[in-house]
């Protein structure tokens, strides 16, 4: 020791960091070298050193020197401690401050993890290469420089996948990916976008963690965490507790699987905080830390483990001092809050949770007026509730019923605006009376958070063919969109706020199909929020299982295979058409979109009489000739289409055909159809529930007024999609929100 330094001193590289729990564990680490006799001198950059006075007042000096770069923080200790300033330690408690400890700790001949371990498990791809090359099992991962290369690995296995930067904390960046459409995403809510990222299988199974300290240079572990996070896509923690309740052969074989993968990594100095997967067939290892676990968890080993000093057993297994590790007596979790993201109105019951007695920390970072960021990782977190008990299951229930006591009145966040224009060729050529149709353009809106995940989305087909230009109302949704979405998400009812927005735009001009677009996003985000599907949101009855009209276009050969055939009508062969059509045994839904004259009608009506169709929808371009078709066709239900898209067109078809089609691209959303189908049945008239050529999720979107028709002509996704022509399918509304399309036994849509 150099007479200038009588007294040992502890070196704490990277200080804490200006948040409550990192000040709060520094400020342990510093009273626990000081009740050891050590000097200690901080290090931190000038500016988190000037935001974190609580740590600045527990060190002795402090210096400001840039931990994230490790070669110049082992030079500046060297020429420290050539002026005689030797440190007898070097330790660090926050994460990116690992790498420059253990430098430092080399250049100074001192105690510490090898440096290149601990790069090892810092690069989250290299730790999983290094612990698959020992024998652990690991999910496979795969570094990407871009989104092409991402894509190209989903197309390797099933999924679903989880994107995460190489190098980071505290699940930044970390996002579930269920398949390619979510890759922008979750690219976009990355750290840093211009650097490589890794993609990853995604691990099925409860997630713990394992708290240790090295002794000897062996890992000795402390306890077993149990975890509870949020739902994905992100992956949030949202509780701890310790020790886990598990069967005591289960947790000797995480022990061991764990300190065997720590020596296989090469660390041996410190503390350590593993985490992993208990799955079906076996433990999973997730990433490796050369630190203790966040998540309060510094404060709730103390208490399980009466006696134990964390910081304090690193300074004494350093210092050759003997080392007694307490074992666990007791049990502690955290629970932290997790608000809607929005402006806080109201907060109540705070005090009540601060006084009780079992309360090891509790802290609450908002008052009203403060806005809640959207929940995505450890950074965004508003407050936390500490706790002890006697038992785990004990201390998880009252850590959660105190969190559940305070009330946290938040209005919600206007949402973003996002809305794209994706052209796609049909699936084959769909021909109808009037014209051919090749292609359509997909317009999506997306209702976004404030870290860029969906809260609510709209899609449709727009077909040019019908005057449709899917730019043009991408741009005419996106105002729509953005001047309703504070209005929208505001207190009070949503429906009826969405409802007079709508009408509104409807009176200023806006076109349905944008209406629509919006309307469906909207209510959308409105089921999402109150965690149910649209039609319960609706108060309309559960639409259950959908059996579909077979649409035959104009050409197509016509099946006969029992199910309702929707045959189109209005070509040069007509005559033919409905004479092979005698003695098919299945229901007929005849369609001539206007397409026939007078002189058509008469030539066509005996044989539209002999085959008696259940329906026979927009025969003729001349409505003075309805009364006559209905007079001739007695059991036939003569239905309206084209052109119906209004109330008072409505009241048109139900009066002149007895009947009509409702498609909602027409209408502009389920709110004004429904008003629309609510008058037809009760005036006795035929309903059908059409469409246009729309992709599944418009379709999963009109279905939910299937309860209200009498037949479903929701057919037009197998023209725009990948899907399976069925003859019919259900809604799985398992999830809040628009129920999606599933077919028999196969997955959704």
Known sequence: MSPASPTP???????????????????????????????????????????????????????????????????????????????????????????????????????????????????????????????????????????????????????????????????????????????????????????????????????????????????????????????????????????????????????????????????????????????????????????????????????????????????????????????????AATRYFAPPPGRVTAVDGWDEVRAHPAVLHAELRLT??????????????????????????????????????????????????SVTVEPRPLTSSFQISHMTIETVDIVRLRLLAPDGATTGEGEIAADSGYGQDGPAIAAEAEELARSLAGTCGAAGDPVQALRTGLDGARSDGVGAPARMLVEMAHLDRAARLAGVPVWKLLGLPEPGRIRLLHTVPIGKEIPRDGRPLKIKLGGPDDEEVLRSLTGVDAPLILDANRGWDRDDWERLRPLVAALAPAVLEDPVRDPELLPAIRAALPGTAVLLDEGIATPADAEFAIRAAGGLNVKLMRFGGILPALTALTTATERG?????????????????????????????????????????????????????????????????
């Open 9 to 331: 001193e502890l070196l704490l590289v990277g200080g804490g960091g200006d948040m409550t729990l990192s000040v709060d564990v520094a400020v342990q680490a510093l009273e626990q070298a000081h009740a050891r006799g050590l000097r200690t001198h901080v290090t931190n950059t000038a500016g988190t050193l000037a935001a974190t006075p609580a740590v600045t007042a527990a060190a002795g000096t402090t210096s400001a020197v840039e931990f994230g770069d490790p070669a110049g923080t082992a030079a500046w200790a060297t020429a420290r401690a050539g002026s005689g300033e030797r440190p007898t330690l070097v330790f660090g408690v926050r994460e990116m401050a690992q790498e420059a400890v253990a430098e430092t700790a080399l250049a100074l001949g001192l105690p510490g993890n090898p440096p290149a371990a601990v790069r090892r498990i810092r690069r989250k791809d290299a730790c999983r290469q290094a612990l698959a090359a020992a024998g652990f099992r690991q999910p496979a991962v795969r570094t990407c420089a871009g989104e092409a290369e991402a894509r190209a690995f989903l197309a390797t296995s099933e999924g679903p996948w989880v994107v995460k930067p190489r190098d980071g904390i505290d699940s930044a960046g970390v996002r579930k990916v269920t398949g390619p459409d979510d890759l922008p995403a979750a690219l976009a809510g990355l750290p840093d976008r211009e650097a490589p990222f890794l993609i990853e299988e995604f691990v099925e199974g409860a997630e713990y963690s394992v708290e240790g300290v090295f002794v000897d240079g062996r890992p000795h572990v402390l306890a077993v965490t149990a975890k509870e996070k949020l739902a994905p896509p992100h992956f949030v923690e949202i509780g701890h507790v310790l020790p886990a309740d598990l069967p005591e052969d289960t947790r000797l074989r995480i022990e061991d699987t764990v300190t065997r993968a720590l020596t296989a990594l090469g660390l041996c100095s410190g503390l350590f905080h593993v985490e992993l997967w208990l799955t079906a067939d076996g433990i999973v290892l997730g990433e490796v830390h050369a630190r203790i676990g966040g998540g309060w968890i510094h404060r709730m080993l103390p208490y399980a483990l009466p006696g134990l000093e964390l910081y304090g057993t690193v300074y004494d297994d350093a210092l050759g001092r003997p080392v007694r590790l307490p074992v666990p007596v007791r049990a």
């Open 685 to 749: 008239a035929a309903r059908m529930l059409g469409c246009f050529l729309e992709p599944p999720r418009a379709i999963a979107y009109a279905a939910q007024l299937a309860g209200l028709c009498d037949w479903s002509d929701l057919d037009g996704h197998f023209w725009v999609s990948d899907d399976p022509a069925v003859p019919g399918y259900a809604l799985d509304s398992s999830a809040p929100g628009i129920p999606r399309l599933t077919y028999g036994n196969g997955g959704p849509a």
């Open 368 to 417: 009203p007026g403060d806005e809640v960021p959207a929940f995505r990782c450890g950074a965004d977190r508003v407050g936390a509730v500490v706790v002890g008990a006697r038992t785990a299951a004990e201390a998880r229930e009252l850590a959660r019923r105190l969190v559940d006591s305070v009330t946290i009145t938040v209005a919600p966040a206007a949402p973003e605006v």
